[in-house]
């Protein structure tokens, strides 16, 4: 197994740090894995997560399947990546517990797969997260520590956090990439022959995973990365050829959709993405609401993405897998989405 | 495989047939069932469903875990009794295709297992089905007839229709009852050691078939029949110790509640199921809101009384499965009951 200390650096000038951070490194190291890493940590993590199902999903036109991540326990694939990064940290790097840096879903993976353990787990909040959200984490078990979020942006670039405990970064994480592989792993299980699997793309952790999962097995569907119209950092590196700066738009879709592709992350994503699909606001709400009453999944906005976008013509005739990432979305929107229009999606 | 013919009758004055209904031929044949008999008609309806996942559903003081049957393609249990319903038949009685008198899951679980197997099929509806229930089945591929409710409540009585083709009762059905074991094998294959099944309890052909695959199975778990309050049949023949006549009160929840147990489906209910839970309206859209924020499954009514009566403080400390039958719910009924009172369920 591939160490990620290899690509580990921390204390840098967040001035400075985005050209330094070491780009090549994680990339090389990540198309340098091997089949028997990403089996060795969908074994480590097995207790973890549950092997989600691949749900039929009636389309007329094409045969689609939902990879339905929002059944896992705290409602996201993220514990995969936290249980695997854990899991493969060396045991005295986790004497002091573990330090993550997210208030979402992968937080609490994190902290989730930490308290499996027995190990302390603290995390560093934008003073921006929803409470909801850190509430969570506390019921969890997990240390809070909130800070503005220009310093909490910093935390995400340098890994620097001043606090003891073994750093897990959210995405730019070689354990992060190898965990979410598992999900390449298991649909390639159920279904030996799917054309294109479509996946929501926030740090890009996931899609990666999952295309470098098919590589190793041998398998070519396309990889389609999917945003949301009011934030399109991935479509807008892949004309650009780098990674550049966009606007993020009001949305009540979360987990997706940053101001820039991280550096370290665009030579996996220019390589491994054959194709970014932008979705209307419009589609991912009737996209929800499919989810709910023709698959019976309760879908976060980014799971309701990959739907929309997993119906889009382009796809025609073809088997299609839709990654449903999360279930994580706020009651009082999702009643909102699903009492609106419902009379005229179809 | 014992022939659903040793049971079948037809044509009776549905004044009489209450009495003459051949309960003990239903309830013998079944008790003779064996685990051959399960598993094979679990082989034969491979195609028709998928083996649905047991997810964990956190909660402080029992180790819950919900199967979830509303993941099932047409979003209930009920694709396996009507799949199985027709493999068991012999060819030649399906050559006018097939009838059957439900207007919701078990109707469209019928129409889409005769629509794999390429065959016509027919459905009685009464007058009073919901127009979206009819279109499903129009959607499917099945004719429909709508009738008086009391004409079809008749046809349910009297298993007699006057239409072609080779007719599955809903409820009172040998293979119906074979069908739904499917649910009781795929939970002991997941988890062994389960102190407590519950499952909500319709006409009793779901109830009934688990209990006796974990019988076959060798298995003893509680099995535990839940009802909603505004209709509590089964509760009350329990009582009574034989089917009396109810009220039925007005709900948001269908698929459960009756006016009265059918006879036949009794000596297999009395003898089969431990204890009867009746749930309130207020516990069964507080579990509803739990399904959908921590499950992220979009349950029906009847789902929900089975979280809910899991969640009876008689199973403190043991391993309960709670069978969440289906998820076909009213999007509006769903939004409304998502969007009210939703933060103070904890």
Same mark, same amino acid.
């Given at each position: ?183 390449? %792993?298991?649909? *390639? ?8 699997? !479509? $996946?929501? &793309?926030?740090? =890009? @952790?996931? +899609? ?98 990959? %739907?929309?976008? *997993? ?8 088997? !299609? $897998?839709? &990654?449903?990432? =999360? @279930?994580? +979305? ?17």
């Amino acid at each position: 197994m591939i160490s990620h200390h290899a690509v580990r650096f921390s204390s840098l000038s967040k001035d400075v740090v985005g050209d330094l951070m070491d780009r090549i490194s994680i990339a090389e190291a990540a198309f340098q894995l091997k089949l028997k890493d990403f089996e060795e940590a969908a074994n480590r993590i097995s207790n973890d997560i549950i092997e989600t199902p691949l749900l039929p999903f009636d389309c007329p036109d094409r045969k689609l399947m939902l990879k339905a991540e929002c059944l896992q326990e705290l409602g996201s694939f993220k514990i995969r990546a936290g249980a695997n990064a854990i899991e493969a940290a060396d045991e005295k790097d986790l004497q002091n517990g573990v330090v993550t840096a997210s208030a979402g879903n992968f937080g609490q993976g994190v902290a989730k797969a930490a308290l499996n353990r027995g190990l302390p787990v603290h995390v560093v909040v934008p003073d921006t997260a929803a409470t909801v959200k850190v509430e969570a984490l506390l019921d969890l078990g997990a240390k809070v520590t909130s800070v503005s979020f220009s310093d909490w942006w910093g935390v995400m670039m340098t890994r620097s956090t001043g606090l003891d405990g073994f750093f897990i970064h959210p995405v730019a994480e070689l354990e992060v990439i190898i965990g979410n592989a598992g999900i390449g %792993l298991e649909i *390639a299980s159920k279904s030996s022959d799917v054309d294109v699997i !479509v $996946v929501p &793309v926030g740090g =890009g @952790g996931m +899609i990666c995973g999952i295309a470098l999962a098919m590589k190793a097995l041998g398998k070519t569907p396309q990889i389609i990365a999917c945003e949301i119209e009011s934030s399109t950092p991935l479509y807008s590196a892949k004309i650009q050829g780098k990674p550049v700066k966009v606007e993020r738009g009001n949305s009540w879709i979360d987990g997706i959709g940053s101001t820039s592709v991280l550096s370290e992350m665009w030579p996996l994503l220019d390589v491994l993405v054959d194709d970014v699909i932008v979705v209307s606001h419009l589609e991912a709400e009737r996209a929800l609401r499919s989810l709910s009453s023709k698959a019976h999944l309760v879908a976060e906005g980014a799971g309701a993405v990959a %739907l929309a976008a *997993a119906m889009h013509p382009q796809f025609f005739g073809q088997k !299609v $897998v839709a &990654v449903i990432s =999360g @279930g994580n +979305i706020d009651p009082k929107t999702y009643g909102e989405i699903l009492n609106s229009n419902y009379l005229y999606d179809n």
